[in-house]
């Protein structure tokens, strides 16, 4: 068993040693042949790094039967197709970094709309400006995205700040506009009549570059756009084009196009080079809290010992996989190749 990086603590590693598995732990940061030489003789992975489990990588690491990733975005670090075609089967923790990352949102929210960063570092050049900024309270806020995080910040935004709320969403949330007074509405019209527009997401094919310069146009010139999801919902050169001739008034995000952050001046969307003001930019920090790692890596080691115990795992999150288990009561124990032909039935 390989478990990359080091937020998975000693206790823990320990946990999985109990299943039977020998434990590797490679801290250093693994990619292509080294990620591959790490894995030839593993049966599971639990990916806690930042490595990259491309198609090859799989391919060449024939004994390897789970990838069990320490997050809920795992289509970012792993070729999940490719995985269900070789008879791997991936798990993932979803609903650990729920609150974590709402609470990042939110201090994004009040630090644009406050001008927190921005103040500060003029504060401490010298300058002492009475700037004027806006209240939270009886603005409205557009949530996209009203899955378990969205719904969080929906939460805290609504009852702790006496924000209006409206949303869009796959689906309708009934207990969410019960519960908060919301409204569904069509994302143009959440665009335009949202004061602050928060992006809570999941990156799908259909929802990269969702927000491009016809929605920003559609914003408020005041209006402040959050983004803890991924940096690709938003197109990156149409925001910076409405930073700068102030269709809209300031943007933050939570992880960027290019990780780590390139230097300004090799940024081809030129938003590095905004002033605090406009942009602001946090390391895709959201669910880097204590509270938050324990809980995925408690649920993480869970699923390993389950699945090496029964070959199944209620977070296994490619559905063909889960399919073959209804072939074969076994399959954890089958030889890779005959899992995926088992899929394939």
């Known amino acids: 068993m390989v478990v990359t ?10 946990l999985i040693r109990q299943s039977g598995l020998h434990v590797v732990n490679p801290t250093e940061h693994l990619s292509g042949d080294a990620l591959v030489h790490a894995l030839e003789d593993a049966q599971g992975y639990l990916l806690a790094g930042d490595e990259i489990a491309t198609r090859e990588v799989l391919a060449r690491c024939e004994q390897l039967r789970l990838l069990s990733f ?39 929210v009040l630090n644009a709309r406050r001008r ?23 603005a409205t806020v557009g949530v996209v995205g009203m899955g378990a995080i969205g719904s969080a910040i929906a939460r805290i935004l609504v009852d702790g700040f006496g924000m209006s709320l409206v949303y869009h969403s796959r ?14 509405v069509p994302l143009n019209q959440l665009l335009a009549a949202s004061d602050v527009v928060v992006l809570a997401a999941a990156t799908t094919p259909e929802t990269i570059g969702l927000v491009g310069a016809d929605q920003l146009n559609r914003m408020r010139p005041d209006a402040i756009l959050i983004n803890t ?9 149409a925001l910076s084009r ?4 102030d269709v809209i008034a300031t943007a933050a995000f939570d992880g960027y196009y290019v990780e780590p952050v390139p230097t300004p001046e090799c940024d081809e969307y030129r938003l590095l080079s905004l002033p605090d003001a406009k942009f602001t930019l946090t390391p895709h920090t959201g ?47 089958l030889p890779r190749r005959r899992v995926a032909e088992h899929a394939d039935r």
């Open 5 to 14: 990086g080091t937020r998975v603590s000693e206790g823990y590693l320990a």
């Open 70 to 108: 320490l997050g809920t975005g795992y289509g970012s670090f792993v070729d999940a197709d490719a995985a269900t075609e070789l008879g791997i089967a991936i798990t993932n923790t979803p609903g650990a970094n729920t609150t974590s990352v709402a609470e990042l949102t939110v201090a994004h």
């Open 116 to 138: 927190v960063t921005d103040l500060n570092n003029l504060t401490k050049q010298g300058q002492f400006p009475r700037t004027m900024t806006t209240d939270l309270h009886g």
């Open 171 to 184: 689906e309708r949330k009934p207990r969410i506009e019960d519960a908060l007074g919301a409204k569904s």
């Open 229 to 237: 999801a991924r940096a690709v919902l938003v197109d990156g050169h």
């Open 242 to 245: 409405a930073l700068r001739e």
């Open 287 to 333: 669910a880097l809290t204590i509270s938050a790692n324990d809980r995925m890596c408690a649920m993480a080691v869970a699923s390993v010992r389950s699945f090496f115990a029964t070959g199944d795992d209620e977070f296994i999150v490619n559905p063909a996989y889960r399919a073959s288990l209804s072939a074969t009561p076994d399959v954890a124990s």
